[in-house]
Protein backbone atom coordinates (compact mmCIF):
# COMPACT_ATOMS: atom_id res chain seq x y z
CA UNK A 1 0.00 0.00 0.00
CA UNK A 2 0.97 3.75 -0.95
CA UNK A 3 1.53 5.39 1.92
CA UNK A 4 -1.05 8.27 1.10
CA UNK A 5 -3.52 5.12 1.22
CA UNK A 6 -2.65 4.02 4.53
CA UNK A 7 -3.20 7.64 5.90
CA UNK A 8 -6.89 7.50 4.29
CA UNK A 9 -7.16 4.46 5.96
CA UNK A 10 -6.37 5.78 9.32
CA UNK A 11 -8.23 8.52 9.05
CA UNK A 12 -11.41 6.50 7.80
CA UNK A 13 -10.98 4.22 11.13
CA UNK A 14 -10.08 6.74 13.38
CA UNK A 15 -12.32 9.76 11.87
CA UNK A 16 -15.52 8.67 13.27
CA UNK A 17 -14.13 7.77 17.28
CA UNK A 18 -13.14 11.13 17.20
CA UNK A 19 -16.84 13.23 17.36
CA UNK A 20 -17.87 10.65 19.80
CA UNK A 21 -15.14 11.74 22.30
CA UNK A 22 -16.25 14.64 22.05
CA UNK A 23 -19.93 14.04 23.03
CA UNK A 24 -18.72 12.07 25.65
CA UNK A 25 -17.84 15.47 27.56
CA UNK A 26 -19.60 16.56 30.34
CA UNK A 27 -19.58 20.46 30.55
CA UNK A 28 -21.74 23.34 31.26
CA UNK A 29 -21.55 26.69 29.46
CA UNK A 30 -22.92 30.03 30.93
CA UNK A 31 -22.53 33.04 28.53
CA UNK A 32 -23.44 36.69 29.50
CA UNK A 33 -23.03 39.53 27.09
CA UNK A 34 -24.35 43.38 27.51
CA UNK A 35 -23.26 46.64 25.60
CA UNK A 36 -22.55 49.63 27.90
CA UNK A 37 -21.93 53.04 26.96
CA UNK A 38 -18.29 53.57 26.77
CA UNK A 39 -18.49 56.41 28.89
CA UNK A 40 -20.03 54.67 32.10
CA UNK A 41 -17.69 51.45 31.58
CA UNK A 42 -14.17 51.40 30.16
CA UNK A 43 -13.19 48.18 28.89
CA UNK A 44 -10.11 49.03 31.64
CA UNK A 45 -12.44 48.87 34.31
CA UNK A 46 -14.21 46.13 33.04
CA UNK A 47 -11.23 44.04 32.81
CA UNK A 48 -10.80 44.95 36.03
CA UNK A 49 -13.38 44.29 37.75
CA UNK A 50 -13.66 40.96 36.44
CA UNK A 51 -9.92 39.98 37.22
CA UNK A 52 -10.74 41.29 40.74
CA UNK A 53 -13.88 39.50 40.98
CA UNK A 54 -11.52 36.02 40.40
CA UNK A 55 -8.90 37.13 42.92
CA UNK A 56 -12.09 37.40 45.54
CA UNK A 57 -13.20 33.89 44.36
CA UNK A 58 -10.12 32.65 44.74
CA UNK A 59 -9.61 31.30 40.93
CA UNK A 60 -6.33 31.63 38.72
CA UNK A 61 -6.51 34.58 36.30
CA UNK A 62 -4.91 36.31 33.46
CA UNK A 63 -5.04 39.08 32.02
CA UNK A 64 -4.66 40.29 28.17
CA UNK A 65 -4.61 44.46 27.22
CA UNK A 66 -4.66 45.76 23.82
CA UNK A 67 -5.25 49.45 24.57
CA UNK A 68 -8.06 50.26 23.04
CA UNK A 69 -9.27 47.52 21.78
CA UNK A 70 -9.94 44.74 23.96
CA UNK A 71 -9.09 43.50 27.29
CA UNK A 72 -9.08 39.76 28.14
CA UNK A 73 -9.11 37.94 31.48
CA UNK A 74 -9.08 34.26 31.41
CA UNK A 75 -8.80 31.70 34.10
CA UNK A 76 -10.57 28.89 36.18
CA UNK A 77 -9.63 26.49 38.97
CA UNK A 78 -8.00 23.15 37.98
CA UNK A 79 -10.28 20.03 36.98
CA UNK A 80 -13.58 21.94 37.43
CA UNK A 81 -13.74 24.66 35.15
CA UNK A 82 -12.49 27.83 32.40
CA UNK A 83 -13.54 31.37 32.34
CA UNK A 84 -13.11 33.77 29.43
CA UNK A 85 -14.24 37.73 29.67
CA UNK A 86 -13.78 39.73 26.95
CA UNK A 87 -14.24 43.84 27.06
CA UNK A 88 -14.27 44.88 23.95
CA UNK A 89 -14.20 48.83 22.83
CA UNK A 90 -17.01 48.73 19.82
CA UNK A 91 -18.10 52.34 18.72
CA UNK A 92 -18.73 54.24 21.75
CA UNK A 93 -19.21 50.99 23.27
CA UNK A 94 -17.98 48.63 25.91
CA UNK A 95 -19.18 44.80 25.16
CA UNK A 96 -18.63 42.91 28.09
CA UNK A 97 -18.70 38.95 27.28
CA UNK A 98 -18.70 36.59 30.51
CA UNK A 99 -18.37 33.10 29.75
CA UNK A 100 -17.88 30.23 32.37
CA UNK A 101 -17.76 26.16 31.43
CA UNK A 102 -17.94 24.01 33.95
CA UNK A 103 -16.24 20.62 33.37
CA UNK A 104 -19.99 18.88 34.41
CA UNK A 105 -23.34 18.56 33.17
CA UNK A 106 -24.79 20.88 35.38
CA UNK A 107 -23.99 24.49 36.27
CA UNK A 108 -21.36 24.40 38.94
CA UNK A 109 -18.95 26.96 40.66
CA UNK A 110 -17.46 28.28 37.36
CA UNK A 111 -20.73 29.34 35.87
CA UNK A 112 -22.10 30.76 39.46
CA UNK A 113 -18.34 32.64 39.02
CA UNK A 114 -19.52 33.82 35.48
CA UNK A 115 -22.82 35.22 36.99
CA UNK A 116 -21.14 36.77 39.65
CA UNK A 117 -18.68 38.36 37.45
CA UNK A 118 -21.15 39.87 35.31
CA UNK A 119 -22.99 41.35 37.89
CA UNK A 120 -19.61 42.83 38.91
CA UNK A 121 -19.30 44.22 35.99
CA UNK A 122 -22.46 45.49 35.80
CA UNK A 123 -22.16 47.24 38.98
CA UNK A 124 -19.07 49.30 38.23
CA UNK A 125 -21.01 50.93 35.28
CA UNK A 126 -21.04 54.63 36.74
Known amino acids: MTRSTLLL ?12 AAQDADFSLT ?5 TPAAQLSIETCGNTVA ?17 QLVTVSGGAEGRGAFVAQCIAVDDKTVSVVQGIDYQQAKGAIGDFADQAFAAVQAAVR
Open 31 to 35: YHIER
Open 52 to 68: DAAAQAGLQAVSQSFPG
Open 9 to 20: ASFVLLGPSIPA
